[in-house]
């Protein structure tokens, strides 16, 4: 068990609120990572961090964004949810020189 | 990147073995070869993973053709609890082209496991 949680595990929205995601670690592992999933496809990286206030993009960017003011919480944010940002979101984690990274539960987000 | 391509979907019977494979003809030099799975309703997880070697851990061996195109990831015996997405993923160990270490998903291979 990596130690990871994602909060909260289900959330329905509507159309142009703001939804914040937390990804939540016990073990200080320097990188982690924030993946959508949709259905039948596999993960598309949207954002993911090397460090506390370093982050970069991923394949899937737009209209997501992403803080890290501590090594434990990675939080995913999108300003104003759209429908087409309905997905299962996964949070991972990676320990620095390893090349294996361990997924967290996931987040069920519906946005209406 | 480069990519890989596997079946949509193989089955098999508990407690034979399973190979599951895997084609990236485009691969470089730099590539490593990663297996994960997921199962139902859960999030993806760490198989196996190599570069040039076969590799064997507790949970399943990996096979690596000798022109790396493509390899081949064995479950020795399949059990109910190993029906699963299987995703074969490369990923570019080069520091200039991946920083983050990121993994990029395709489709997968969903496993079936018959009693």
């Known amino acids: 068990d990596a130690g990871i949680t994602q909060s909260p595990r289900h959330k329905v929205t509507e159309t142009g609120t703001p939804v914040t995601l937390r990804c939540h670690q016990t073990?200080?592992?320097?990188?982690m990572y924030w993946y959508r999933q949709d259905p039948g496809h596999g993960l598309r990286l949207i954002h993911y961090s090397y460090g506390v206030k370093d982050t970069d993009k991923g394949e899937v960017s737009d209209g997501y964004s992403v803080s890290r003011s501590k090594t434990e919480d990675f939080l995913l944010t999108l300003e104003s949810a759209t429908s087409s940002q309905t997905s299962v979101y996964f949070c991972?984690?990676?320990?620095?020189?390893?090349?294996?990274?361990?997924f967290g539960p996931g987040t069920r987000l519906t946005v209406l | 990147d480069a990519k890989t391509t596997q079946p949509n979907s193989m089955e098999s019977n508990e407690e034979e073995p399973v190979h599951l494979p895997c084609n990236h003809s485009t691969i470089s030099g730099t590539d490593y070869i990663h297996w994960y799975r997921q199962l139902p309703s859960q999030g993806p997880e760490y198989v196996i993973h190599g570069l040039t070697s076969n590799v064997n851990n507790r949970m399943a061996s990996l096979a690596i053709a000798e022109d790396r195109k493509s390899s081949t990831l064995i479950l020795h015996r399949a059990t109910l609890r190993d029906a699963a997405v299987y995703y074969c993923?490369?990923?570019?160990?080069?520091?200039?082209?991946?920083?983050?270490?990121?993994?990029?998903f395709g489709g997968g291979t969903r496993l079936m496991v018959k009693p």
């Open positions: 991972a984690i990676r320990r620095q020189g390893a090349d294996e990274q361990f």
């Open positions: 993923i490369l990923r570019d160990a080069t520091p200039a082209n991946n920083a983050g270490n990121m993994l990029t």
């Open positions: 073990e200080n592992h320097r990188y």
